[in-house]
């Protein structure tokens, strides 16, 4: 290997220019016009968490794990980090099919760690996903926790339970695992 910085030496294969890869790795681009959902990563069982990071420009990301009863989170915004068990599913779609769009996810093996991941929700009358544990508003909003309609001012952040409904206004759930 050359210098730090410096060119890649001639039949260096690339996979390895950098040193040994840890973990797994995988991305997807759409072209203008194209709007399919795609699997980016799928990671198998293992008796380790998977700390799963997902960048990525115009794109609702889909993420579905577990051990015994998987647990699916959709629409995610990017960028995000979650802490999963078991297997892992990871697949994604253009926001808008009228520019390009591009994903790029890592999993490395985990023993512990905070994760949160958030999806963009609009009321009115929208019943929150069970599985969100707060409500983070981008605009004045109303949520109904419990039956109690909550007034959440601009980037105030409610904790959420089952059955919440977005009565008004605009934010984003955040998940936490």
Not at 58 to 65: P, R, T
Not at 116 to 131: C, F, H, K
């Amino acid at each position: 290997m050359g210098e730090p910085g410096s060119a890649i030496p001639l039949g260096q294969p690339l996979s390895q220019a950098a040193g040994p890869t840890y973990g797994e790795q995988s991305s997807q681009d759409w072209l203008v016009g194209q709007s399919d959902d795609r699997p980016v990563l799928d990671l198998p069982r293992a008796v380790f968490l998977w700390r799963v990071t997902v960048l990525g420009e115009n794109v609702l990301v889909d993420v579905e794990y577990g051990t015994k009863a998987n647990k699916r989170i959709v629409n995610l915004a990017t960028p995000f980090q979650l802490t999963v068990p078991g297997q892992c599913n990871v697949s994604a779609r253009p926001l808008d099919p009228q520019a390009a769009a591009s994903v790029r996810v890592t999993a490395t093996p985990a023993t512990a760690g905070d994760s949160s991941a958030r999806r963009i929700v609009v009321g009115p009358a929208l019943a929150l996903d069970p599985d969100a544990t707060s409500f983070r508003a981008l605009t004045a909003s109303t949520v109904t926790i419990r039956g109690i309609a909550v007034a959440v001012p601009v980037l105030g952040v409610v904790a959420l339970v089952a059955g919440s409904v977005l009565t008004a206004g605009s934010g984003y759930l955040e998940f936490t695992t």
